[in-house]
């Protein structure tokens, strides 16, 4: 088994699982990791670490108080009713064109991305989210095995530019991050939603949310991954209303194998 869904191939999305909570304070760092042997060649493998059993370890470890539990719980149930995850974008749509300033201020463009290889588009909420630097630093992880697979990964995120700068410096990413001010492009990709009051206001308590974004809005993304082919469809998605569930690397690098075969 892969991750959270088994046999994973390219074509497939995932959509609504069920998980909830996060923590409002506390170490992000997890032992116990799971791992997935990836076949390299003829008789060479890659162990990659399993994503999912980490954060699931991070959520359980949290020490969080049983109103915020709730909070947190309502909150994604609110996701969950929006109809986000079925209205954003999906295997088989055209994705949408971009231009991002990257942590250090150059323009990045998606079709020149494109160019080059298959992209690995990867939706985080912020640096302040500790899920979302576990989820990063899982990613970085493959990184050397997507380079030879011909593909770019790009993490987006609403934060601010310094922001995202920050997020990549703490968490030693070598891979491009994007900054999505307003969630603008993430709107055209479909996957943004409005936290609810209650967990906007304890955004702000525990992690200074707004200021993170550089406005009050209270909107941000999925955590959505979507492997997008050189003819610029998506080919793969990830999708899920529960900000801990997160697309397995194993499973994206599966997935942009899958492409080669084509």
Excluded at 97 to 115: K, M, N, Y
Excluded at 196 to 209: C, G, I, L, P, S
Aim: aromatic fraction near 8%; glycine fraction near 8%.
């Amino acid at each position: 088994m892969l991750g959270r869904a088994s046999a994973i191939l390219v074509m497939t999305t995932l959509v609504g699982c069920e998980r909830a909570d996060e923590s409002a304070a506390g170490p992000d760092g997890v032992a116990g990791r799971g791992t997935e042997e990836i076949a390299m060649g003829m008789s060479t493998t890659k162990t990659v670490t399993r994503l999912q059993p980490v954060l699931d370890e991070r959520k359980d470890a949290a020490a969080t108080p049983e109103d915020v539990r709730k909070i947190w719980e309502d909150g994604i149930e609110a996701v969950r009713d929006s109809g986000v995850t079925m209205q954003a974008k999906n295997v088989g749509d055209g994705a949408p064109e971009f231009e991002l300033p990257d942590a250090r201020g150059e323009t990045v463009a998606l079709a020149s991305l494109l160019e080059r290889g298959p992209v690995v588009l990867l939706w985080y909420r912020g640096g302040w989210c500790p899920y979302c630097n576990l989820t990063l630093r899982g990613y970085q992880e493959i990184l050397p095995q997507l380079d030879d697979a011909g593909a770019t990964l790009v993490a987006i995120s609403p934060e601010l530019p310094d922001n995202s700068l920050s997020t990549s410096e703490k968490n030693e990413l070598s891979f491009t991050v994007l900054s999505d001010v307003g969630n603008t492009v993430a709107k055209e990709y479909g996957v943004v939603f409005e936290v609810t009051e209650a967990v906007h206001e304890k955004y702000n308590e525990f992690f200074q949310f707004d200021d993170w974004n550089g406005n009050d809005t209270g909107e941000l993304p999925l955590a959505a991954t979507y492997v997008i082919d050189t003819d610029g469809v998506i080919r793969w998605a990830f999708l899920d209303a529960d900000y801990v569930a997160r697309a397995e690397p194993a499973d994206v690098l599966a997935a942009v194998r899958g492409l080669q075969s084509d």
